[in-house]
């Protein structure tokens, strides 16, 4: 069973801009803390932005000024514009949900790649 779906990862110049979806069911978008970490090879996986059900975010210090986390609440997708992106944010980028009332309910997208380079 495959609880999220990820898209919009691929390859952008240094400066460049991408757009990362990701689309779950009814229930666990309205009840879970959802967004993205990011894990490059050899580096642990890291936070980038979360989303609660209410709309609070929450950004990794390095892309505070250059992503946007957001909710399409009549898709039930969570979308993360990312923007200026550096050689450093390659990695591979997973969506994840946690859910606030049924605690034991966490999932983790496959991973879209990201890849900065010129």
């Known amino acids: 069973q495959v609880h999220l779906v990820e898209s919009g990862g691929g390859l952008v110049q240094p400066g460049g801009s991408l757009r990362l979806s990701c689309a779950t069911s009814?229930?666990?978008?309205?009840?879970?803390?959802m967004g993205w970490y990011r894990q490059a090879p050899g580096k642990e996986r890291e936070l980038v932005a979360t989303?609660?059900?209410?709309?609070?975010?929450n950004y990794a210090e390095s892309m505070k000024a250059r992503s946007t986390i957001s909710r399409d609440n009549a898709k039930n997708t969570v979308i993360l514009q990312m923007n200026s992106l550096k050689p450093e944010d390659t990695a591979v980028y997973f969506c994840?949900?946690?859910?606030?009332?049924?605690?034991?309910?966490?999932?983790w997208g496959q991973g879209t790649q990201v890849t900065v380079s010129s």
């Open positions: 994840y949900a946690a859910h606030l009332i049924w605690t034991a309910q966490r999932y």
């Open positions: 009814g229930s666990i978008f309205a009840n879970s803390n």
């Open positions: 989303i609660s059900p209410g709309g609070t975010t």
